[in-house]
């Protein structure tokens, strides 16, 4: 198929939920993407970060076949080895405090279960989430979800959710009481900014919490898995929260999300109160388990350290040459460049100029790029980003 056979297919057929990049990907391979004329992209939304340890990579495509012609399909009512595998393995990598998992197949499927968990486990019905906050589009985890433009249309959601400022330790004191289910933060917000909370805040979370009896939730579901330079985000500000919540690059694409916690609050919702067909099937258990062996093994973890420091600094770079850039926000591989103006024109342009990035909201660049990208695709981005970013800034703030 030709690329206007697929875009006239897919516009045709497909609900339109999604603001579309003209751009129709066939192919990736690292952290470079094609398109069905061939043309080479440097990915760095890497699938909305779901793309951890690069596009395709063969051990992952190796593990899936091997899987498919094995057994594709196992309901979580019977026992499976590819699961099996995978969990020996979560339970290694994740902090000990997590002795059970729940595995389900998207971000906001591992939100809900976290959510219900808290308020069955407690007894309570109060949630805190944050301002700015994002934990995806079904019921439970969009009324934690803060933006209105998710939210309007859609009302009533789920009662007895307040939200806070992010990163403001008073309005944490005041909030979190003895009736508090749970507080339900991203260590770094992601849709909402890049927005990196100061060191003290997380810990104080951590500590309210305890001394409530409320449980804190951390959504490392863009965060987690090597995405901020460490394993999980959390570790940045040294807490370990009652429950995590993970997703977008744990089988390098596929379907999977992971709510873990310890085996008194995952013993608190009993058989049949909660369940989800596919989740935890051989295919993407086969795929988990590969990601994360290589995950290890081709120490990414710490090239998203290394790599994302390079990147923040070339960032920093420009921001210095350039006054359309506010901000430059992140962790590791985890960046945001907040602009002066609305930056769907630059996503355009980068587009054109064989690079692929994000927004996050209406005036933040975000880079999610793959783990595995080298200092080389990092000069390809930023020298792209800075001859637009000089253009930008000629036609819209003209010295
Ligand atoms: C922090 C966070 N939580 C939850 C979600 C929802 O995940 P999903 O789209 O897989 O449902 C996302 C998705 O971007 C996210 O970034």
Redesign the pocket.
């Known amino acids: 198929m030709n690329t206007s056979e697929i875009r006239m297919i897919e516009d045709a057929y497909l609900a339109r939920f999604y603001a579309r990049k003209p751009i129709t990907i066939v192919k990736g391979r690292g952290a470079l993407v094609f398109d069905a004329e061939g043309r080479e992209y440097v990915d760095c939304a890497g699938g909305?970060?779901t793309c951890i340890i690069g596009h395709a990579h063969p051990v992952v495509a190796e593990a899936i076949a091997q899987q498919a012609q094995k057994l594709i399909s196992c309901h979580g009512s019977t026992y499976n080895d590819a699961r099996a595998k995978l969990i020996s393995k979560l339970t290694v990598i994740l902090p000990t405090r997590f002795d059970r998992v729940f595995l389900s197949n998207?971000?906001?499927?591992?939100?809900e279960c976290a959510i219900k968990l808290s308020r069955k486990s407690t007894g309570r019905r109060k949630i805190v989430a944050m301002k700015g906050?994002?934990?995806?589009?079904?019921y439970g985890?969009l009324s934690a979800t803060w933006d209105s433009k998710y939210r309007k249309s859609f009302e009533p959601l789920v009662p007895d959710f307040v939200h806070i400022p992010f990163g403001n330790l008073e309005d944490a004191k005041t909030a979190i009481s003895n009736d508090t289910a749970a507080v339900l933060v991203?260590p770094i917000?992601?849709?909402g900014g890049i927005r990196v909370p100061p060191p003290a805040w997380l810990p104080l979370l951590r500590d309210l919490t305890q001394d409530t009896g409320a449980q804190l939730v951390a959504?490392?579901?863009?965060?987690g898995f090597g995405r901020t330079g460490r394993l999980f985000a959390c570790e940045h500000f040294d807490i370990t929260p009652d429950i995590m919540?993970l997703?977008?690059g744990i089988a390098s694409g596929l379907?999977m999300?992971v709510t873990a916690a310890n085996d008194r609050i995952m013993s608190s919702i009993t058989v049949g109160e909660h369940s989800s067909t596919f989740g935890g099937n051989p295919i993407v258990c086969a795929a988990a388990e590969a990601t994360i062996n290589v995950l290890l093994e081709e120490h990414l973890v710490e090239n998203a350290a290394k790599v994302g420091a390079y990147f923040k600094d070339q960032l920093l770079d420009l921001q210095k040459e350039l006054r359309i850039i506010r901000e430059v926000r992140g962790m590791g591989l985890m960046l945001g460049a907040e602009m002066r103006f609305d930056v769907h024109s630059i996503l355009q342009k980068t587009l054109q100029n064989g690079v692929l990035m994000l927004d996050a909201g209406r005036n933040v660049l975000r880079f999610l790029p793959p783990l595995a990208i080298q200092h080389e695709h990092v000069d390809r981005v930023v020298s792209c980003l800075r001859s637009i970013l000089v253009e930008e800034q000629l036609a819209k703030l003209p010295s």
């Open positions: 909305y970060g998207s971000g906001t499927e591992a939100v906050g994002f934990h995806g589009k079904t985890s991203e917000q992601g849709e959504d490392e579901i863009q965060t919540c997703g977008k379907p999300a």
